[in-house]
């Protein structure tokens, strides 16, 4: 299963999405893709997401959170599969 996620292009003050991911009535061209996971390789989208503030908010565009909701999550994720890959 592979996921999409970004990040919005501004600040909106509305809420966008839940952890079933951007609610269906969002735009998801407002986001600024950041990171793709998948069941084989995932990786960064963009290289100054990675620079981003651990508590920065991120939203899956195509399909459920899957428990990655912040920056900090996906670095978490990347370092837990690095450390996988290297057993």
């Known amino acids: 299963m592979s996921t999409t996620f970004g990040i919005p292009r501004e ?3 509305i809420e966008l999405g ?3 991911g951007v609610y ?11 990171f793709f996971r998948s ?3 995932s990786r960064w989208l963009s290289d100054l997401a990675k620079m ?7 939203y899956a565009l195509d399909n459920t959170q ?4 912040t920056i900090g999550d996906i ?6 599969e690095n450390e996988t ?3």
Do not use: A
């Open 11 to 13: 600040p909106i003050d």
């Open 18 to 20: 839940d952890e079933d």
């Open 24 to 34: 269906y009535y969002i735009n998801t061209e407002i986001f600024e893709k950041v």
């Open 39 to 41: 069941m084989s390789r």
């Open 52 to 58: 981003l503030p651990d508590d920065t908010r991120v």
């Open 66 to 69: 899957q428990g990655v909701f």
């Open 75 to 80: 670095k978490n994720l990347i370092k837990k």
């Open 85 to 87: 890959d290297s057993i």
